[in-house]
């Protein structure tokens, strides 16, 4: 499964970028699988990954997207975490994505 260079949410379109030994721009102490930057809009996600979990890492920053810059849900962080990987299971199950970019 390919992760793509970029996706749009909403009006936004956010560059992926995959990283070695991703930690959080906030704190270097903290290592991520995933993380946000709306500033530059762009999404980082671990490299090493197995597809599973970097489609839910890519999901759960979608959703971070969502909550915060569109809907404005309040979501938890947990709740985040539960649909990212609940959404990437659904996805893949059920053959719902592409196997490679068009
Ligand atoms: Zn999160």
């Known amino acids: 499964m390919l992760i793509p260079e970029s996706v749009k949410v909403g009006p936004y379109e956010y560059r992926v970028v995959i990283v070695d030994d991703l930690h959080s721009s906030t704190d270097r102490n903290v290592a991520l699988f995933g993380e946000i930057l709306y500033k530059p809009q762009e999404i980082r996600i671990r490299a090493g990954m197995g597809d599973g979990h970097r489609l839910s890492t890519l999901l759960h920053e979608v ?37 490679e970019a068009e």
Do not use: P, T
């Not at 962080?77 to 990212?84: D, H, M, R």
């Not at 990437?88 to 592409?98: P, Y």
């Open 63 to 99: 959703i971070h997207a969502l909550d915060d810059e569109m809907y404005v849900i309040g979501l938890s962080e947990k709740q985040i975490k539960c649909l990212g990987v609940g959404l990437a299971a659904f996805l893949l199950d059920n053959g719902l994505l592409r196997e």
